[in-house]
């Protein structure tokens, strides 16, 4: 069984809005922390948004308020709203579990865990 199932992405113009979604095993969905982390052509792999299994979520500062994670509980699936899509957001998607957090004294990072979906490419452009 895969773990990880993604859909949704596309193609979109600035501004418009997209939604993806991930269905988990039960397992996976019901004790890990689940997210999404995102790859732009020649960057680095960047996390973009988790959401707990207690539904607690918190999203990298260049998508607050624009992209929102919620938890299906009914279908073990989490989703990502993403709203004022820009360019800079183009990328492939991948959603990831268990998204572990590591805190120093000044600061808070969030790295994958094991469990990758497919991927599902995201291209903002008019």
């Known amino acids: 069984q895969v773990p990880l199932v993604e859909s949704g992405g596309g193609l979109v113009q600035p501004g418009g809005s997209l939604r993806l979604s991930c269905v988990a095993s039960?397992?996976?969905?019901?004790?890990?922390?689940m997210g999404w982390f995102r790859q732009a052509p020649g960057k680095q792999r960047e996390w973009v948004a988790h959401?707990?299994?207690?539904?607690?979520?918190d999203y990298a500062q260049d998508v607050k308020g624009r992209f929102t994670i919620s938890r299906d509980n009914a279908k073990n699936m989490i989703n990502l709203q993403m709203d004022n899509l820009n360019p800079d957001d183009t990328a492939v998607y991948y959603c990831?579990?268990?998204?572990?957090?590591?805190?120093?004294?000044?600061?808070?990072?969030?790295?994958?865990?094991?469990?990758w979906g497919q991927g599902t490419q995201v291209t903002v452009s008019s």
């Open positions: 990831n579990a268990p998204v572990q957090q590591t805190v120093t004294s000044d600061r808070r990072w969030y790295t994958p865990g094991q469990y």
């Open positions: 039960e397992n996976i969905f019901k004790f890990y922390t």
């Open positions: 959401s707990t299994p207690g539904g607690a979520a």
